[in-house]
């Protein structure tokens, strides 16, 4: 990958350290994310990548340190906080409103960009109506650009999990986030459909500028997308860098990638 | 909104067949008496007790919908409305000021049962969303008779409560039924087309589907549970009002919630025009079916003939008419 420039630190996480009663999920994890730039995370399985995702956008409060988000440190986000100031996220485990349309669920993706009050709304003339309109050309936007048009009606739930996992991919974009949390947007998909998905990552990155944290296990597409990774193991931060220095760090190479590279 | 064939078909097969059944009986039994105009008598009255159901059902379906839990406490919000009402209006409040005031209560309500309530609640399983409605509708029934008493109390809006006649005087139609009906119509159909075309609806209907999810696109919960129970607890007065002014404002007024279920089964948990259409078929179905059916078998069948109908129902479209299809990917 050539030589990318990026922009002044958007995210830092400080020494953040989590736990659930006796278990520590974290353990002081200290790395910063750059406006622009395509931050990956791995480590095998209960390293803790999603809790840190969880912490970054507020569903988990750590136990200490800090998060500094645009020039701003705080002890922990708020979920409805951070979806406020930029933050965007899709899971895992698909979290998409099933029984809803393609259309409604990226529709509420805009919920933080509307304002009008529920008076506005109950009356829904005017004001209200310019609204819902401006918002739903900004939505039909994001589906031609995620070539997902011909299941803009289809209640999500029907959907198969590559178009799902498209779907939900949409919604978070439809809040045009400052950051977007990415927490494995290709598990379970094959090569045809990770190609397609690495595709978008990398034009909203390209076209929107958005600043992207993915947790991915696929080696080939996070070393192929990333600017930097970090490395978690139990909780513990084992690396953090570029991705051929991650790829050639010995205790990386020990404790997740099993096999030395040639 | 777009209707499937099959409910379509469903709901023509129903309409005929309460066509056929009675005129059938009719003609083979002596002791059924059947004429057309009886017939569209008996049907329009019928009909119109079922938006009343309806009524019901809709607090029910708002609540659902925006938090997956089907809330016990609807018809104790329902007597608590009436109570609250009366009873402002009876320490000499104008009617019209009653109305606003106990709205007003309702909101205040709505807030209290969000803070200190669910708020504690999110992300818990649905059933003990369910327990807290349950010890809400023990409360708010108490609650009410202690403060307003609990003898029977009579409402009266100065709607006309008299029979009128219709078609020439071959059919007849109680005046606050229609009146009621008008109401009831109005409100429904503003709050369906609220919920299938506003940034608040759909907001709400995320919420129902997914809670983390929500929060994660920033809907705030809270907000949006305070609205929905705002407006069920809104729905609630005009049910009680309605309610209260036909068979007196009184305990019996929660029980009333009750009748809502078959109409739930039939229309769809989820779907506000689903409560509507399952309020008309339920209203008519059981009218139609105590007069011409009863008689035949010894009749009283008004009181059951409506869960008998909804279980028979469950076996073929579990989600209900117009409810949203249960998918399960395995």
Redesign the interface.
């Known amino acids: 990958m050539t030589e990318r420039k990026l922009g002044e630190v958007i995210l830092a996480v400080n020494k953040i350290s989590l736990a659930f009663g006796a278990m520590k999920v974290l353990n002081e994890i200290t790395f910063d994310v750059r406006r622009g730039e395509i931050r990956s995370i791995i480590g095998p399985n209960g390293a803790g990548k999603s809790s840190m995702l969880n912490v970054i ?1 507020g ?1 988990y409060h750590p136990q200490e340190g800090t998060i500094t988000f645009q020039g701003e440190e705080r002890k922990e986000m708020e ?2 906080k951070a ?2 100031s930029g933050i ?2 899709t ?1 895992q485990n698909i ?6 349309s393609t259309l ?2 990226i ?6 960009k ?1 304002k ?1 009050n ?1 008076f506005q ?2 009356i ?1 003339w005017g004001k ?1 109506q310019k ?2 309109l401006a918002n739903r050309l900004k939505v039909e936007d994001i589906i031609d650009f995620l070539e997902i048009q011909n299941i803009r009606k289809t ?1 999500v ?2 959907l198969p ?1 590559g178009f799902q996992k498209r779907v939900e991919l949409g ?2 974009l439809a ?1 045009e986030p400052e950051i977007l949390l990415l927490d494995e947007p290709m598990a379970g998909m094959n090569v045809e459909e990770k190609e397609d998905m690495s595709r978008f990552i990398l034009d909203i990155n390209d076209e929107f500028g958005t600043t992207i944290i993915l947790i991915e296990h696929d080696m080939g597409v996070v070393m192929d997308l990333s600017d930097r990774v970090v490395v978690l193991d139990y909780g513990k931060q084992l690396a953090d860098g570029k991705p051929e220095e991650v790829r050639n760090n010995q205790a990386v190479i020990d404790a997740y990638l099993g096999v030395p590279h040639e | 909104m777009k209707i499937e064939r099959d409910v379509l078909f469903i709901i023509m097969v129903s309409l005929l067949l309460m066509v056929i059944i009675p005129w059938t009986a009719g003609q083979l039994s002596e002791e059924i008496f059947f004429e057309w105009p009886f017939f569209f008598e008996v049907a329009i009255g019928g009909l119109l007790s079922g938006v009343m159901y309806s009524l019901v059902a809709l607090g029910f379906v708002l609540i659902f919908k925006a938090s997956g839990v089907f809330n016990f406490a609807q018809g104790a919000m329902v007597l608590f409305a009436a109570l609250t009402l009366v009873g402002i209006h009876d320490m000499g409040v104008p009617m019209w000021l009653a109305i606003i005031l106990a709205l007003f209560i309702m909101v205040l309500l709505a807030i209290a049962i969000e803070k200190l309530v669910l708020r504690h609640l999110v992300n818990q399983e649905q059933i003990i969303l369910f327990m807290a409605t349950i010890g809400i509708a023990y409360f708010l029934d108490g609650f009410g008779q202690t403060i307003w008493g609990s003898e029977v109390k009579i409402l009266d809006l100065g709607i006309p409560n008299e029979p009128g006649f219709y078609f020439d005087g071959k059919i007849l139609i109680n005046d606050f039924d229609l009146v009621a009906a008008l109401i009831a119509s109005v409100l429904v159909i ?1 709050l369906a ?2 919920f299938q ?7 709400l ?2 919420v ?3 809670h ?9 919960l809270q907000h949006i549970w305070t ?1 929905v129970w705002a407006v069920a607890g809104m729905v609630g007065l005009v049910a009680g009002i309605m309610w209260g002014s036909k068979l007196g404002v009184q305990f019996s007024l929660a029980l009333i919630a009750l009748k809502a279920l078959p109409v739930l089964i039939l229309g769809g948990f ?1 779907s506000v025009p689903g409560a509507i259409i399952g309020g008309l078929l339920i209203g008519a179905g059981e009218k139609l079916a105590e007069v011409f059916l009863a008689p035949m078998i010894g009749g009283g069948i008004e009181d059951w003939f409506a869960y008998m109908l909804a279980l028979a129902f469950l076996a073929f479209r579990p989600q209900g008419l117009f409810g ?2 249960i ?1 399960e ?1 395995v």
């Not at chain 2, 075309?197 to 907001?203: D, E, L, S």
């Open positions: 956008n569903f979920v409805h979806a406020a965007a996220r899971f979290a998409l409103f099933k029984g809803m409604d669920n529709m509420t993706g805009r919920n933080q509307m009008c529920i709304q109950a829904y209200a609204e819902e209640p739930g029907r999990y919604r978070a809040a | 503003a087309l609220f075309y506003t940034r608040i609806g759909r907001a209907r995320a129902a589907d997914d983390q999810a929500a929060l994660s696109v920033g809907i705030p609205i989820t949203e299809k998918i990917r």
